[in-house]
Every structure is written in C-alpha cells, then in structure tokens.
C-alpha cells in the first residue's frame, strides 16, 4: 500500500495570507496526484488533479506542484471560505488509491 | 453532469450487513470507462476507499475488509451497490458512493452526499 503523509495536520493562517500544504508519498505516484477540499457535512471537492491542473470552476488562488514522492498546494490570499480540510489523493495504480489523513486550514 | 445518491439504513447493528445503494442520473452506469466505488470516512478521519469496479472488474481497496465486502450492479435500474458484513463499531463512518476516471480521465470526478451510517445495538 502507498501511504500518503500530510503536514502539518493543522495550519493556522491569517485571512488574505498564504497557506502552503505538503504531501509525501511512500513510493512514486507519477503526476497522479489530486487535492480535494472538504467542509464540514460536504463532500470532497476536487481542486487539483494531475498533480498541479486545476479542475473545473477552481480559481487560480490554488496551485499545486511536484511529482514522484513530494507535492504541494498552495492556496494564495486567504479568504473565509478557504479554511476547511485538504487531503491529497494518488490515483497511480489502481487499485491502490489512497488519501492523506489530512490537513486542517483554520483561522489565525 | 453525473449525479450520485447513496441510500440506505442510517443504523445497523453489530454483526449485521450494511447494505448501501447508490442511484445514477445524468449518465449510464454502462459507461465501463468509469470507475463506480465506495468510500468510507470514518468521524474526524480522512476517506478510504472500500471498492471499486471497472469493466467487469472488482477491486477492494482494505484487504482487511475484502472478505466482507460484496459490491453489484444493476444496469436496469442504473444502480450500483455495497454489502458490508459482519459490521462492527469500527465500520461506523459517512459513506460515499463516487465515480472516477482514474489515470485516464482524472478530472472525472462526482461523490454523493454521503450517507451517515451508525453501527450500534
């Protein structure tokens, strides 16, 4: 099993700041890397998949990058409803798909 | 544009089988290009798939759970589902049914709303 690891768990940052999230994977997943947003009582929503393409509908303010075993989001001038949970998600070989645990984006 | 809609019993007891469907609209479950599963998020714990099935293939994600898991199709109805047996207070988690393209078509991505399910006496 590729096990994807999330830091830091909890990421306090001011509105209009940058927040910057890691995703480590145990073995190479390629680009097939995807970071979803979730709120509470929602769904998952996909923000980034291929690793740093942006899916339908999501603003320019999330950016992702990396490859292999190390990948980033990077989520620009902070607004309310940016603060929620992100988990990074491989989809390299089916059917070993896995998610991170998960980092919390909370207001400072 | 794919919708998905899990149902359910929201309350199951320990060593019973949760038993979850899940309705399409929008699309045919026929499409074999997709990959129609399940996943678990157990409270205040990050998802999990449970399964998969793509083309005529089924995959289970836990192997510790593979020997409980049962997942079907029916085409007529547009529906596919999930059998979990033998639940315990450990399967208690929102379940979600979700299609995805994988490597082919990653930007295909829906989920359900997700269904709370309780394991309890």
């Known amino acids: 099993e590729i096990v994807m690891t999330q830091s830091p768990a909890t990421l306090s940052v001011s509105p209009g700041e940058r927040a910057t999230l890691s995703c480590r994977a145990s073995?190479?997943?390629?680009?097939?890397l995807a970071w979803y947003q979730q709120k509470p009582g929602q769904a998952p929503r996909l923000l980034i998949y291929?690793?740093?393409t942006r899916a339908t509908g999501i603003p320019a303010k999330f950016s992702g990058s990396g490859s292999g075993t190390e990948f980033t989001l990077t989520i620009s001038g902070l607004q309310s409803e940016d603060f929620a949970v992100y988990y990074c998600?491989?989809?390299?070989?089916?059917?070993?798909?896995?998610f991170g645990q998960g980092t919390t984006v909370e207001i400072k | 544009q794919l919708q998905l809609q899990e149902s359910g019993p929201g309350l199951v007891k320990p060593s019973e089988t949760l038993s979850l469907t899940c309705t399409v609209s929008?699309?045919?479950?026929?499409?074999?290009?997709?990959?129609w599963g399940w996943i678990r998020q157990p409270p205040g714990k990050g998802p999990e798939w449970i399964g998969t099935?793509?083309?005529?293939?089924?995959?289970f994600h836990i192997p510790s759970l593979k020997r409980r898991v049962t997942l079907s199709v029916d085409t007529s109805k547009n529906q596919f589902s999930l059998r979990l047996s033998s639940v315990t207070a450990a399967d208690t988690a929102v379940y979600y049914c979700?299609?995805?393209?994988?490597?082919?078509?990653?930007?295909?991505?829906?989920w359900g709303q997700g269904t709370l399910v309780t394991v309890s006496s």
């Open positions: 979700a299609t995805f393209g994988g490597v082919f078509a990653p930007s295909l991505d829906y």
């Open positions: 998600h491989h989809y390299n070989n089916w059917p070993q798909w896995t």
């Open positions: 291929g690793a740093s």
């Open positions: 073995q190479s997943v390629s680009s097939n």
């Open positions: 099935m793509y083309y005529t293939t089924n995959a």
């Open positions: 929008g699309g045919s479950i026929s499409n074999s290009s997709y990959y």
